[in-house]
């Protein structure tokens, strides 16, 4: 059976290494998951490993990358919950949930007219780590910032790094037929506007209806040298009696019973990347990330302190706690002050006519840069006055 086994992978490593001289990504064709089988249908070839983690029980599909929107939706039958998206530069992973401990009792790949991985599952809980890892080119590990960026001082055009929450496979919460992931796409190019008018420079970390990553969002922030990010969301909780707008920063725990709802409403994300991404890096990598959060964390808290005082100024109705910290992991960037903005709650009805509401938006949207710029003013004065 072993020995079977590393023949068919061998035949795998072989029809990759092929593969591996295409550049293009690839699109889904199909995805099947039945109970102890999944197939994927790609129109191309792609290096890929396949493995199984556990807490919970999930099968993880790695592939270089692959367009997972690409999918017809009528050509994809998952039974339970799954997951798909970038994880990194270059790197796509597929998640499905498992009913309960399974390991991996085959994984193939056949080329013909489209690709089709198939992988077989048995009951059990075997080794989980990667099965065919010879097709699989590692990634470096995103690189952890070392010095602190330079701090804006007023003398250049901020950058604001602007996440419309969720997107893709992840509509984030769902009412009356609007989803949370659109809305804020939406608001986020109308809050882009008003700011590029007054001058400063915005990035959005997704420009259509697409999945990415918790920690891609910052990854995006970072690459266009963002002075700030705004995580923008309008989530739906249980009860109801929810309201108003809240302003969230990084806390190493869920300041109230809602933070702890949001944050774990996210969380969800993150098995997309696998507890060993979660927190990647060696021990000195982790010591300048805290060493470096240490410096963001004051400056986060100033801008949503900043932000609350501009939805005060413009009368835009709060949550009766409008500034929490919860274990949102869209806010660890360590190097740029980040928050995470709940316009309001799509679960409360006045809040959604609000969110709906062409003229709540555009007062929103002033008060958020008069937040933004009250935030920057004081930044830039702060930085100014440790040079000295
Ligand atoms: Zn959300």
Redesign the pocket.
């Known amino acids: 059976m072993i020995r079977a086994l590393l023949f068919l992978f061998a035949m795998c490593a072989g029809t990759v290494a092929a593969a591996q001289e295409f550049n293009a990504r690839a699109t889904v064709e199909a995805i099947r998951a039945e109970e102890d089988r999944l197939a994927v249908v790609l129109s191309q070839p792609v290096p890929w490993r396949v493995f199984v983690e556990a807490d919970p029980w999930r099968l993880v599909l790695d592939t270089s990358e692959v367009d997972w929107s690409s999918a017809d939706p009528t050509a994809v039958v998952v039974e339970t919950d799954w997951r798909a998206g970038r994880i990194r530069a270059g790197w796509s992973r597929l998640m499905v949930e498992l009913p309960g401990p399974m390991q991996v009792s085959q994984a193939w790949m056949e080329t013909g007219d489209g690709t089709t991985i198939t992988v077989e599952l048995e009951e059990g809980a075997g080794p989980t780590g990667p099965l065919n890892p010879q097709t699989w080119e590692a990634a470096p590990p995103e690189e952890v910032p070392t010095t602190p960026r330079p701090r804006q001082t007023g003398d250049r055009p901020l950058v604001v790094a602007l996440d419309p ?2 997107g893709g496979v992840d509509p ?2 769902e009412r009356n037929g609007l989803t ?1 992931a659109a809305l ?1 796409l939406r608001f986020a190019r109308e809050l882009s506007e008003v700011l590029t008018r007054r001058g400063h420079d915005v990035v959005l970390t997704r420009e259509g209806d697409e999945f990415v990553g918790l920690r891609g969002r910052s990854t995006v922030a970072r690459a266009a040298g963002a002075d700030l990010m705004i995580s923008l ?3 739906a909780v249980a009860g109801g009696g929810a309201e108003g707008a809240t302003v969230y920063t990084l806390s190493p725990g869920n300041d109230s019973a809602l933070a702890a709802e ?1 944050a774990q ?2 969380a969800r994300d993150d098995l997309l990347l696998g507890v060993e991404d979660v927190e990647a890096g060696d021990e000195i990598a982790r010591i300048l990330v805290e060493l470096a959060r240490a410096e963001t964390a004051p400056r986060a808290n100033a801008l949503a302190d900043a932000l609350v005082g501009g939805l005060n100024g413009a009368a835009i109705r709060l949550h009766k706690r409008p500034r929490l910290g919860g274990k949102f992991t869209v806010l660890k960037a360590p190097d740029i002050p980040s928050v995470l903005l ?1 316009l309001g709650f799509m679960s409360n009805p006045r809040d959604l006519d609000n969110i709906a509401s062409v003229d709540w938006r555009s007062r929103m949207a002033v008060a958020i840069a008069d937040g933004i710029e009250a935030w920057a003013e004081a930044d830039a004065a702060e930085a100014l006055r440790l040079r000295r």
């Open positions: 929450g969720h984030g919460a949370e804020m969301h309008a989530d949001i409403r996210h709940e």
